[in-house]
């Protein structure tokens, strides 16, 4: 599939934030701009597809609060052009996540019409002319992941239950596609050492976060139900890149 090329200047100021700090928040409203206009047709489509997703099985008994849907992806470089790999499972070692690593973890796939929209494939564009520009001459392995962290008066939901993290990969984004009657979600970056580096709270769609993973870990605080009498979830969109090479 071919996404949509974006705006090189502005990647290039990204750029400039994330190789300065390890990590950079953009806010929806700039992310907007950063993947074109118009807005892409299927948005509404695309944000109630979250309304679909399974329970996430993998997680402890205590841990029933993550539904989630899985993609993997591959591309050269900046692309283009990306593919989406046969359905295969999410694998991560315990030194990454201590809570569910060592096990090959398989949920339902993204569902092709989501990966074939016009929002996932300008995301991926933004994303594969971003980090390219890192590693001009990756092979890459891409995973997508659609995240729903529902929260109960009785049981908050933890967007990271491994607490803070680093996934393993290369590059990392993070992007909210919707909140409903949630508090608190605040995303911290940290040193290798543990130190707080920066805080956010991704609160607006669009809004996100991108990561070198290498270089900086991330989590989120527990979010919790505004009202207690209503329905309260966190939707993201996480894309993962690692380098084959």
Known sequence: MEPRRQ???HHAEL????ARAGFAFVPGSRMRSLLGDP????WAVFVASWSELELDTHLPEGHRYRRRRHATLSAQAAGPYFRVEAHQPHYQTVEYN???????RWFE?????IL???TFKRVMGFCLELFGGFKPRANWHIEAHQFRIEARIDAVGQPTPEGVHRDGVD???VMLVNRDNIESGTTTIHAAGGELLGSFTLAAPFDSALVDDHRVAHGVTPVRPVDASRPAHRDVLVVTFKDRR
């Open 15 to 18: 750029s400039g934030e994330i």
């Open 39 to 42: 807005p892409p047709l299927d």
């Open 109 to 113: 796939p993204v569902r092709p019409e």
């Open 171 to 173: 590059y990392v984004l």
């Open 116 to 118: 074939g929209g016009d």
């Open 98 to 104: 201590p809570l569910v690593g060592g096990i090959e």
């Open 7 to 9: 705006d090189s200047e």
